[in-house]
């Protein structure tokens, strides 16, 4: 959609410090990307390795694009009867339009025949929040830090199809409090410890509407009533951890413990519905609850620095996207990744430095419902395993340059239709200090590599997807502090 575009994207920021220990800060930032509506897809050939491309032409409806505006305040305090306020509030608008597509979601033969009707999908959004936290650092004699907070968010959205002006999902109302306390602990000077507790309360209130007729062959017809109405979820969540510096001081240890909440993809839920007498009320909108656990270790001895992690997440009702038909949809069942993290940092001297970094993630779904977790998360779940390699150097007081390679592992499927085929990219820049500012040149890609996109190959099946990667990019920046 939006590969041949234009974007601008404008940031502006001001603080001021009203004495000592009170600082208030403003921000607003306004970003637009719009495509031009100079080329037309051509499908792909998946089976023979062939990508789809693009033609001149113009696309059908009108340009796609993303535009959001964000603003925020912030207002801290460091020494409010001997604790630190820190408090922000935020408000963003957000518009997405998608480029036009004959999906079959889409069709309706009350509009037009099967398979010729295209439409778009747009999705807007409008939020406003804030965050308040009061910290306290040196209870104790400095043993113990704690801070309390309240967290706030409500949002509103909804889902349309531009052209033909039908809903697509419904307006939806999301409201989010959450209070929470955390403590960071230092018995001895060798081991630290966090822990913490989050209340989280939701309100969903969805207006009753009628999906899409989406027409088949068989059913000309799909569209029914959904009765609307309001859910409530709350959880407590809890997170601890630790850190030990061991008597060797190089190495420490670290594990930790937290608790995740999230609400799912409402709208794909509610746009997929077929079944007629549904409400809100019956649907599986449960919060998203997943438990997370790391175990590692770190060594940092001048010039190395090394790490390694292990991690874990699950959920017994987590959330996991398909593609059905060219339309992406949710599906909750039980999940679980597992992970690994590792990176090697080399100071060869003050100027030159070396990094490497690697990391493997796998994960599962309960496909049958049994309990079992019995799949594979495919391409639109979760990355492939990636190696990284990178070289930073300070050659003068003014040159510097920095080059690094990812190399993508392949990764078989449950469906082989998405098996992934790995590659290997280069990316580079150099930079020159200026006596005010500083020129940037970067080239991602470095040796224009052609390869197919880890979402193309494993993400869907869909040869209109089946995209090559962007080739050698250029870039050229310029910077200054001010």
């Known amino acids: 959609d939006l590969m041949d575009s234009r974007a601008y994207d404008i940031m502006a920021k001001v603080g001021y410090w009203l004495d000592n220990d009170q600082r208030i800060q403003f921000s607003l930032n306004r970003y637009q990307i719009k495509g031009k509506m100079n080329y037309l897809g051509v499908t792909g050939d998946r089976n023979n390795g062939i990508a789809a491309t693009s033609v001149s032409g113009r696309p059908i409806g009108d340009a796609p694009m993303n535009s959001v505006w964000s603003t925020s305040a912030t207002y801290d305090n460091y020494n409010l009867a001997g604790m630190k306020l820190n408090s922000l509030v935020y408000y963003q608008n957000y518009e997405s339009l998608f480029g036009a597509d004959n ?39 400095d043993y ?21 002006k039908r809903v697509y999902a419904p307006q939806m109302k999301y409201t989010d409090l959450s209070p929470f306390m955390q403590f ?4 001895i000077e060798s081991l630290k410890i966090t822990t913490g507790v989050r209340y989280e309360y939701a309100r969903l209130d969805i207006d009753s509407f009628r999906t899409v007729a989406a027409s088949t062959v068989s059913a000309p017809n799909n569209s029914v009533d959904v009765q609307g109405g309001r859910l409530s979820f709350n959880k407590t969540l809890y997170n601890v951890g630790a850190v030990w510096t061991t008597p060797y001081q ?3 240890l670290f594990a930790n413990y937290s608790q995740g909440f999230g609400i799912p993809d409402v709208g794909r839920t509610l746009r997929s519905i077929r079944t007629a007498g549904q409400s809100v009320s019956m649907l599986q909108l449960e919060p998203i609850v997943t438990d997370n656990v790391e175990t590692g270790f770190r060594i940092q001895k001048d010039p190395v620095e090394f790490e390694l992690s292990y991690y874990r997440s699950t959920s017994k009702l987590g959330e996991r996207v398909v593609d059905v038909n060219g339309t992406f949809q ?14 090697l940092g080399y100071k060869v001297n003050d100027d030159h430095r070396l990094k490497f970094g690697y990391s493997h993630i796998q994960g599962w779904f309960d496909n049958d419902g049994n309990g079992s977790l019995d799949s594979k998360l495919d391409g639109l779940n979760i990355p492939p395993d990636r ?17 690094q390679a990812n190399y993508a592992f392949d990764r078989i499927m449950d469906n082989r239709q998405m098996d992934f085929n790995g590659y290997v990219l280069f990316d580079a820049a150099v930079g020159y200090k200026l006596p005010k500012g500083k020129i940037n040149l970067a080239v991602s890609n470095l040796f224009d590599k052609e390869y197919i996109t880890y979402y193309s190959q494993s993400g869907n099946v869909s040869p209109l997807r089946y995209f090559s990667g962007r080739g050698r990019t250029v870039t050229l920046g310029y910077s200054v502090d001010f």
Not at 387 to 403: D, E, G, K, R, V
């Open 103 to 141: 999906s079959g979601s889409f069709q309706d033969i009350s509009i037009a025949p099967r398979n010729q009707l295209y439409d778009q999908s747009r999705v807007t959004s409008s939020r406003y929040g804030s965050k308040v936290a009061l910290t306290k650092d040196d209870i104790w004699d």
């Open 144 to 164: 113990l830090k704690a801070t309390v907070g309240f967290d706030t968010l409500f949002d509103t959205g909804k889902q349309d199809l531009w052209l033909t």
């Open 184 to 187: 960071d602990i230092q018995p």
């Open 250 to 252: 190089p190495l420490s």
């Open 330 to 343: 949710s599906e909750r069942q039980k999940t679980r990744i597992d992970g690994i993290e590792t990176s």
């Open 387 to 403: 190696l990284t390699a990178s070289w930073s150097a300070n050659w003068t007081p003014q040159w510097s340059s920095f080059i």
